[in-house]
């Protein structure tokens, strides 16, 4: 299984709102990342848990609010979002701390906050 | 700050013939250099990777190059097909860092 699952694929929101993305993975993986991707643009990092510790926030707004229950699971809480926060929302997953440092990602989930 | 440079935003070529596309950084910490292919509404996938401490990686049809001194590297595909039409990301990472920085990536249109 070398696969990083990710629901749902698609989440409109009213900036009221709260809902929450969710990203599983069974490679044994204890690293594991939150991006987002504007379109025609690369992925930017948010945040990286590792061994279900936070260890990056790129200065992201508490708007978004990140989650490890488990190191095959990762949440992304979201609340009060803006339209600018449309995005393609990618989890990833590495195997920390030794062997490949490729990430490997999800499909994502297509965001549009109206 | 863009540490890491896709300096073509698209790139055509025909089918059989070579793809080649550019990468430039200008962080020297970087030691791990990863070429992503992304199709739309899609994650990106692993294409192909390269250590500092190397200058070239082939895997198939895939060869990636490094050129430390120039900081540059460079993706060759050969021969070219139709299913390798997709946006393609070079990233970077630092030596023990858990960052991976992407470029803005470049849009490969392969016919036939």
């Known amino acids: 299984d070398t696969e990083v699952t990710q629901t749902p694929k698609h989440l409109v929101m009213g900036m009221t709102n709260k809902k929450s993305l969710k990203c599983e993975q069974h490679?044994?993986?204890?690293?594991m990342y939150w991006y987002k991707q504007k379109a025609k643009k690369p992925p930017e990092l948010m945040f990286v848990?590792?061994?279900?510790?936070?260890?990056i926030n790129e200065s992201v707004p508490s708007r978004f609010s990140p989650e490890c229950p488990n190191s095959s699971l990762l949440n992304l809480h979201l609340h009060a979002l803006q339209p600018e926060d449309s995005a393609l929302y990618l989890c990833?997953?590495?195997?920390?701390?030794?062997?490949?440092?490729?990430?490997?990602f999800g499909s994502g989930t297509q965001l549009s906050v109206l | 700050d863009q540490q890491v440079k896709q300096n073509s935003p698209s790139l055509s070529v025909q089918e059989g013939r070579i793809s080649i596309l550019n990468c430039d950084y200008t962080?020297?910490?970087?030691?791990?250099f990863l070429w992503y292919k992304k199709y739309p509404a899609e994650g990106p996938t692993f294409l192909i990777s390269?250590?500092?401490?190397?200058d070239k990686n082939e895997d198939g049809r895939f060869t990636v190059f490094l050129n430390k001194s120039a900081k540059h590297l460079s993706l060759h595909i050969v021969p070219s097909q139709p299913g390798d039409s997709a946006v393609y990301f070079c990233?970077?990472?630092?030596?023990?860092?858990?960052?991976?920085?992407f470029g803005a990536g470049t849009i490969l249109r392969v016919k036939s």
């Open positions: 990833a997953s590495r195997n920390a701390p030794a062997g490949s440092e490729k990430l490997f």
């Open positions: 490679m044994g993986h204890r690293a």
């Open positions: 848990y590792s061994y279900e510790k936070l260890s």
């Open positions: 962080n020297s910490m970087f030691d791990y």
């Open positions: 390269i250590s500092s401490i190397k």
């Open positions: 990233a970077a990472r630092t030596k023990y860092g858990n960052k991976l920085v």
